[in-house]
Nanobody, 124 residues
Framework: QVQLVESGGGLVQAGGSLRLSCAASGRTFSNYDLGWFRQAPGNEREFVGVISWSGGNTAYADSVKGRFTISRDNAENTMYLEMNSLKPEDTAVYYC?????????????????WGQGTQVTVSS
């Protein structure tokens, strides 16, 4: 059974940092690009960033560029999201997903195998 499990969320003050993890089990995703998305209450799920299968390339939403960093460890079948200088508007449930269909990274329809999400709350 394929499973993605996010962890590391929590409550942090504005300006603080958090590191999210996304652990995959059931199969290896070392040949796939992996993405992070987030969804705030009342909003659609939005793209945060993506990392290529090798880890050599990343891309980010403008709203997090320069503050968030995605990395991965294929040997551990795990992806990370390092979040710095957090803002209240970063508050959301964060999801990881496997990009299974080629095309625009921001298109969530191209992603399968979603995790259950982890809550990040940034207080002002």
């Amino acid at each position: 059974q394929v499973q993605l499990v996010e962890s590391g969320g929590g409550l942090v003050q504005a300006g603080g940092s958090l590191r999210l993890s996304c652990a995959a089990s059931g199969r290896t995703f070392s040949n796939y690009d992996l993405g992070w998305f987030r969804q705030a209450p009342g909003n659609e799920r939005e793209f945060v960033g993506v990392i290529s299968w090798s880890g050599g390339n990343t891309a980010y939403a403008d709203s997090v560029k320069g503050r968030f960093t995605i990395s991965r460890d294929n040997a551990e079948n795990t992806m990370y999201l390092e979040m710095n200088s957090l803002k209240p508007e970063d508050t959301a449930v964060y999801y990881c997903a496997v990009k299974v269909i080629s095309g625009p990274d921001r298109d969530r329809a191209r992603y399968g195998y979603w995790g259950q999400g982890t809550q990040v709350t940034v207080s002002s």
